[in-house]
Nanobody
Framework: QAQFVESGGGLVQPGGSLRLSCAAS????????MGWFRQAPGKQRELVAT???????TYADFVKGRFTISRDNAKKTVYLQMNSLKPEDTAVYYC????????????WGQGTQVTVSS
């Protein structure tokens, strides 16, 4: 069973930056695509960015040009560099692994809170 531990969130002013980390365990990390999701209060969880095992990246339109996803297979860790943050980026951020065909693991971590506010 896969486990994910997210960290790096916090309170930041609009225009600021944060770097999120997600440590994965209990699975063969390097063979899976990884994804970052977020969930704002009262909203559904949404996919933010993905990175394949071969480091191909995709981004939701609302973060393109601002966020960068990366991974370190040796550390079983995926990162999300977030720049030019906006108040609408406020959410709890989660990571997960794709077993193929967008079949994400059913287990989710506790997430990390990102709050963008002046």
């Amino acid at each position: 069973q896969a486990q994910f531990v997210e960290s790096g969130g916090g309170l930041v002013q609009p225009g600021g930056s944060l770097r999120l980390s997600c440590a994965a365990s209990g699975t063969i990390f390097s063979i899976y695509a990884m994804g970052w999701f977020r969930q704002a209060p009262g909203k559904q969880r949404e996919l933010v960015a993905t990175i394949s095992s071969g480091a191909l990246r995709t981004y939701a339109d609302f973060v393109k040009g601002r966020f960068t996803i990366s991974r370190d297979n040796a550390k079983k860790t995926v990162y999300l560099q977030m720049n030019s943050l906006k108040p609408e980026d406020t959410a709890v951020y989660y990571c997960n692994a794709d077993r193929g065909g967008s079949r994400w693991f059913p287990s989710w971590g506790q997430g990390t809170q990102v709050t963008v506010s002046s």
